[in-house]
């Protein structure tokens, strides 16, 4: 069974850091670029940050960038994000997410095949 | 960045066809997937690439898009059905691409 589990989250103090972990299983995870979305109580889902298969691409929403970090380990079939200087709008779940893509007359689409369960990261005093 | 726009809620009868759009600029250019979140769980795929349907999801999901809007169709609809659903493209456009997700849409049956 393919399947991505995220790890991690937890009650951290506003200033304080996290570091959320996402294992794959039953797929080729470094054949697939990976992904993290956030979704806040009672709110919608919001692409964080994508990394290419090898680590060498990697993109941040732009309210994502400067204190959000992602990287991979392949050879622990591993993603992570570090979040720093939390804040209570940070409060979510966070989801780990592999992406597919097509390449059609030279566009790429790409779409998320796989989801987690999701980590709730709770930022509070 | 490219806007995806969702009407908040639609209601459906059991039996009935359920409907929900999901509108942007010249979307027809664009491949759009969907997404259902039922409440406590995570997301699934159920539409990719406008019309087409993962393993293991019912013949009862089916997406068109043409023109400015994208169509979630989803017939027979069961209790089972309702939850939360996301449009979402990938946006090329710029020095900065990524996925791009509709405000959602609460189906309630």
């Known amino acids: 069974e393919e399947k991505v589990v995220e790890s991690g989250g937890g009650l951290v103090k506003p200033g304080g850091s996290l570091r959320l972990s996402c294992v794959g299983s039953g797929f080729i995870f470094s054949n697939y670029d990976m992904s993290w979305v956030r979704q806040a109580p009672g709110k919608g889902l919001e692409w964080v940050s994508s990394i290419s298969t090898g680590g060498t691409y990697i993109f941040y929403a732009d309210s994502f960038k400067g204190r959000f970090t992602t990287s991979r380990d392949n050879a622990k079939n591993s993603l992570y994000l570090q979040i720093d200087s939390l804040r209570a709008e940070d409060t979510a779940i966070y989801y780990c997410?592999?992406?597919?893509?097509?390449?059609?007359?030279?566009?790429?689409?790409?779409?998320?095949?796989?989801w987690g369960q999701g980590t709730l990261v709770t930022v509070s005093a | 960045s490219y806007v995806l726009t969702q009407p908040p809620s639609v209601s459906v009868a059991p039996g009935q066809t359920a409907r929900i759009t999901c509108g942007g600029n010249?979307?027809?250019?664009?491949?759009v997937h969907w997404y259902q979140q039922r409440p406590g769980q995570a997301p699934v795929l159920v539409v990719y690439h406008d019309d087409e349907r993962p393993s293991g999801i019912p013949e009862r999901f089916s997406g068109s898009n043409s023109g400015n809007t994208a169509t979630l169709t989803i017939r027979w609809v069961e209790a089972g059905d309702e939850a939360d659903y996301y449009c979402?493209?990938?946006?090329?456009?710029?020095?900065?691409?990524?996925?791009?997700f509709g405000g959602g849409t609460k189906l309630t049956v």
């Open positions: 997410a592999r992406s597919a893509n097509i390449v059609l007359t030279g566009s790429i689409h790409r779409w998320f095949d796989s």
């Open positions: 979402q493209v990938w946006d090329s456009r710029g020095d900065h691409p990524g996925w791009v």
């Open positions: 010249n979307l027809r250019n664009e491949h």
